[in-house]
Each structure stands twice: as C-alpha cells, then as structure tokens.
C-alpha cells in the first residue's frame, strides 16, 4: 500500500522580509470609540527616569 | 526584523497602521494605534481588530479577539515594524504597551526575549511594573519577570 504524503506549506505569501509601508490618508479620519483598555491606560501615571 | 511581515497603511502623522491578517479564517483587518498618555514622552501602543460599530458611527479597536488565523508570528513582527516606524518619525517618544491578558502578555514577553539581540541594535527594552504609590516604573527587562507591560525605548543612533 502507497502512502501518500501531502506537504502542508506553513508560507503564507501575502507577508514578506521586505514589506512595505504605505500611506492611507483614510485613516486620518477614522473615529473610534475608546475601548475599556484604552481608558485604563488612561489612567496610568508614569514615574519613568530614562 | 527578518521575519515575514503584512504591508502596513499608516496614516499621515503615522501614529495608525493598518494591515491584512490573511489565513484559513479569511482576511481580517488589524490595526495599531499610538495614543498619547498622561506622559507627553509615552504612547500607548494599542493593537486588534477594527470593528465598525453601526450605532455609534465609530470603529471599535478590539483586542480581546482571538483570530486563530494561523499568523501569529507575521503578525507579531508587522506590530513590530510598526514601532520602527513609529519611533522613527517620533525618536523622542516611548512606546508602552501591554497584553489585554496576562497570557498576551507573556507572549509579547516570549517575542521579546527571542528577538532581544536584533531589536536592542534599534532600542532599549524595559519592563513596566507598579510601584506602592499606583505609578508606573521601568525595570530592566528580563525574559522570565512577570511584569505588567514593556516600554520601548529608540536608542540615539
């Protein structure tokens, strides 16, 4: 009886090393409502001496 | 760094990235948002998926989901890159961020101590932990300190 091995390929060929960064002036107008996390970070105060 | 990564989107003043998560799940769109804390030199590094929320005419940045698509790693080096950028274009400004679990957080942790070496050429990396007082402290950054979140720091190059 033949086995058949099927590779599986763990590439995903929409990411690279040499990916690109773009500018999308859509995003400049996008609004978005504070998240719980975001309203907790808030509130933290920072005594950093870097 | 020489992981795979998506192609970001950035807004004009590149405090917004945009990017593709794209696997067996389908394409889901992720974003990172630098916000501005009560510290002028510190930005909260917030990252998830974008959800248009109908009522309210707003996006929802929500990072409690778990996507499953099969990309953690991409993912993880494309949030990366967005730091590069990030402090790039601002050097004089920290990046905090933790997990929205303790779980994430140790895997940002777990990120971080795999690609110590190469992203210490870029910045100086910090634990963040509270003090008595309810205030946030910096401590050198170890692989295995529980910590609260990481600050980034871009070295002077």
């Not at chain 2, 009522?55 to 499953?68: A, E």
């Not at chain 2, 997990?99 to 994430?104: A, H, N």
């Not at chain 2, 100086?124 to 950054?141: D, Q, R, Y």
Request: charged fraction near 30%; glycine fraction near 4%; charge should be positive.
């Amino acid at each position: 009886m033949k086995t058949i091995v099927k590779k599986i390929s763990t590439e995903n060929k929409n990411a690279s090393v040499n990916s690109k960064v773009k500018i999308n002036k859509k995003l400049d107008d996008l609004k978005f409502i504070e998240s719980n996390k975001q309203e907790e970070v808030n509130k933290l105060t920072f005594n950093l001496n870097l | 760094m020489k992981h795979p990564k998506y192609d970001l989107y950035r807004n004009t003043k590149t405090t917004i990235f945009e990017f593709k998560s794209i696997g067996p799940n389908g394409e889901i769109t992720k974003v990172i948002i630098f916000n501005a804390t009560q510290s002028k030199d510190i930005y909260n590094l917030a990252f998830g998926d974008l959800i248009y929320n109908d009522v309210q005419k707003r996006y929802i940045l929500d990072d409690s989901i778990i996507t499953d698509n099969g990309d953690r790693n991409i993912i993880l080096a494309t949030v990366a890159k967005s730091v590069y950028f990030f402090t790039e274009k601002y050097p004089e400004k920290m990046v905090f961020f933790k997990g929205s679990t303790l779980g994430r957080t140790r895997l940002y942790r777990s990120a971080i101590s795999i690609n110590l070496e190469e992203l210490s050429e870029t910045f100086t990396i910090f634990g963040a932990i509270k003090n008595e007082f309810g205030n946030i402290i910096s401590v050198p950054f170890k692989p295995n300190a529980d910590v609260l979140g990481f600050i980034i720091k871009r070295k002077e190059l």
